[in-house]
Every structure is written in structure tokens, then in C-alpha cells.
């Protein structure tokens, strides 16, 4: 079975200071998909991005970044300059490649608190 | 409007009450999804719809009744629930199941809380 640990329940920072939300994932299929979303308080999951098991390449989004690491099942989620709107649950996920109708195994969920 | 919409957002029942949850996707997509987001656990899921056919049951209680009486509309059907139940419901669609992609359009979420 997956499993995606993120182990930052809570992180609390000051706008404008960078900051990353870890993630770390179990699976014994080499070929999964990578997931994180974004919860803001009014409740519905954004999708941010998707990372397949074989693209190690890190991605830039604006201030959004993310590096995957498969040495360390790993799949970092790092904000740069951050913002109050950037104060939201993050949830890392994982599907496994024709997961089928078993859907995305996710994390807990890191709630970000970006203070003024 | 919001891709995927869900009524009502907030609903507070008492435990012999019987009430419904609604979902409704304007995007075309032919899977949809109900999970249960409870305080400090990861998002569970709960049933599975493609093309209508139930596709998967995640050992949710019989007091848990899904609908889906078209690709569109997804309901929970609700009765004798426990305090535990509390949690808020999020409906997802997708465009399909195989192969699933992951990328799911989520709904605001209908906060239920059971007394």
C-alpha cells in the first residue's frame, strides 16, 4: 500500500520569507504519479501540479517550486517570497500509474500560515 | 461558476435525522468522487463513481448511501450517523478512471456536523 507522510502539521511564517512543505512518499511501483494540492479556507482542493515517477527535473512555477528527489522519496514544495494569500492547507499526493479507481493516497496536510 | 458545486456547504443533523448531500460537475468528466476530510487525518476515500457504475466502496458504513443517478450529479445519502461522521464531505470529478491521471476537480465541501 502508499503512503505520503508529511510531517509538518503546521508551519507559521512572515510574508515574504521562503518556506518549504515536505513531503515523503512510500511505494513499492516505480511508476506513480506526484501530486500537491492547495486548500484555501473556503474549502476545495487546487490542484498545483503533477510530477510523474520519471521526470526528476525540479519545476518553477512563479513562486512555487518543487523538487523531487526519488533517492529520498521525497517531493518538496517550496514557496519564494510568500504571500498571505499563500496561507492555505497543503496536501502532498500520490497515485500509482493506472491507479484505476483507487484514487490518490494524500498526506495530512500541512496547514501554512503566512503572517503580515 | 465553480466547475464542481456542492449543497448544501454546511448541514447540522441530529443523529436519527435522514439528510442528503449533493454534488453537481459542469466540466464533462465521467468519474466522480465522494471523500471524508476529518480534522488531523488524510483525506479518505469514500465511493468512486464511473459512467454512473459504482466503481469502488472503501468499507464505508451502511449509513453512508451513495447516488449517482447520471455523470453530472453525485449524491451521499445520510441516516443515523454518529458524532464521528462530523467531517467535511468533498466531491471530486475527473475526466476518467483509466487511466486516472490524478488531477481531480474538487467541490467547496459540504461541512457536516452531527449532534
Known amino acids: 500500500a502508499q503512503k505520503v507522510t508529511q510531517a509538518q502539521t503546521e508551519i507559521s511564517v512572515v510574508e515574504k520569507e521562503d518556506v518549504t512543505l515536505d513531503c515523503v512518499y512510500e511505494?513499492?511501483?516505480?511508476?506513480?504519479?506526484l501530486f500537491w494540492y492547495k486548500q484555501p479556507p473556503s474549502g476545495e482542493l487546487v490542484f498545483l501540479i503533477r510530477?510523474?515517477?520519471?521526470?526528476?527535473q525540479n519545476e518553477i512555477s512563479g513562486r512555487y517550486s518543487w523538487n523531487f528527489q526519488k533517492s529520498t522519496s521525497s517531493f518538496n514544495f517550496t514557496i519564494t517570497a510568500s504571500q498571505v494569500v499563500d496561507s492555505a492547507v497543503y496536501f502532498c499526493a500520490l497515485i500509482l500509474s493506472g491507479g484505476g479507481a483507487d484514487g490518490l493516497t494524500f498526506g495530512k496536510g500541512t496547514h501554512l500560515i503566512i503572517q503580515p | 461558476e465553480t466547475g464542481v458545486t456542492q449543497t448544501p456547504r454546511h448541514l447540522v443533523m441530529g443523529m436519527t435525522n435522514k439528510k442528503s448531500l449533493k454534488c453537481e460537475q459542469h466540466l464533462g468528466h465521467n468519474a466522480m468522487y465522494w471523500y471524508k476530510q476529518s480534522a488531523k487525518k488524510p483525506l479518505e476515500l469514500m465511493f468512486v463513481y464511473n459512467f454512473k457504475e459504482q466503481t469502488e466502496n472503501n468499507s464505508v458504513p451502511s449509513r453512508f448511501s451513495p447516488e449517482c443517478p447520471n455523470s453530472s450529479h453525485l449524491f451521499l445519502h445520510l441516516h443515523t450517523l454518529q458524532p464521528e461522521d462530523s467531517a467535511l464531505y468533498l466531491c471530486a470529478s475527473s475526466p476518467k478512471i483509466e487511466p486516472n491521471t490524478g488531477e481531480l476537480f474538487f467541490g467547496e465541501g459540504s461541512r457536516l456536523t452531527v449532534l
Open positions: 510530477r510523474n515517477s520519471f521526470d526528476e
Open positions: 511505494t513499492r511501483d516505480t511508476t506513480y504519479y
